[in-house]
């Protein structure tokens, strides 16, 4: 029978697997960098957005909160007293400032991502996430409630499935997609955390680029 000292674990010689990553681990990598939530009205952009900044702590800003605040006004407000052109540029101002407040947590308005100039500094200060969702399942979600001036139309599921086709190309430029359907909230936050971290495990999560805000 051979001994083994007290301290041996039998593994002599093995290089140890490197331990993965984990979320504090992401959060280093991140740097200054914010975690950007695209996608569809009613992907969950806001909802599983909060509770992924709880997770991580991170602070947690909704840019459509803040254009809000900023004008003053609710977006319905905003759409209806200067038309959707002044709404999207001051949404390119807010989000361009907001994205100079990482780490953390933004989610964006349904139709911030199409917005090329936003899409340009999202990749320079952030990591994107596409929360993908279907029709039935936004078109389910955006039903119960009016605060969305594109959909106050008689066909609002018609525009959505418009909206859809035009966006889901642009917003498939994120860096990742994760599936928002019909499950608990937590679940795709967990599923969009395990993204970020298997992304960071394949060493392709872009690297920082900014240091200095
Ligand atoms: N995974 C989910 N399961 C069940 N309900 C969800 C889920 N994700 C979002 N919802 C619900 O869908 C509705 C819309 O979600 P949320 O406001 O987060 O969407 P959004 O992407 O921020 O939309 P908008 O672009 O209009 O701001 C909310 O009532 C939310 O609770
Ligand atoms: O999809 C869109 O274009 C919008 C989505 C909302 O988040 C708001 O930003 C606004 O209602 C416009
Ligand atoms: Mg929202």
């Not at 967990?190 to 960071?200: G, K, N, Q, T, V």
Request: include cysteine.
């Amino acid at each position: 029978m051979t001994h083994q000292s007290d301290l041996s674990n039998g593994l002599e010689g093995q290089a140890l697997e490197p331990a993965e990553p984990n979320a504090e681990d992401l959060i280093k990598v991140l740097g200054n960098r914010s975690i950007v939530l695209v996608g569809i009205m009613g992907s969950g952009k806001s909802t599983v957005g909060r509770r992924l900044a709880q997770r991580l702590g991170l602070p947690f800003v909704d840019a459509d909160t803040e254009i809000e605040k900023a004008a003053n006004m609710t977006i319905s407000e905003i759409f209806a007293s200067h038309g959707e052109a002044y709404f999207r540029s001051g949404e390119e101002r807010v989000i361009a400032r907001l994205l100079q407040q990482g780490p953390q947590i933004l989610a964006t308005g349904g139709g911030a991502y199409m917005s090329e100039a936003t899409r340009e500094a999202i990749q320079k200060d952030g990591v994107s996430v596409w929360l993908k969702a279907d029709l039935d399942t936004v078109m389910a979600r955006v039903r119960k409630r009016s605060n969305r001036p594109l959909l106050q139309n008689p066909d609002p599921e018609g525009t959505l499935r418009a909206l859809l086709a035009v966006r889901d190309p642009v917003y498939a430029q994120a860096d990742l997609c994760v599936y928002s359907r019909d499950v608990p909230h937590e679940v795709v936050m967990e599923e969009i955390l395990r993204a970020l971290i298997s992304r960071l495990a394949a060493g392709d999560l872009p690297a920082a680029t900014q240091t200095d805000n």
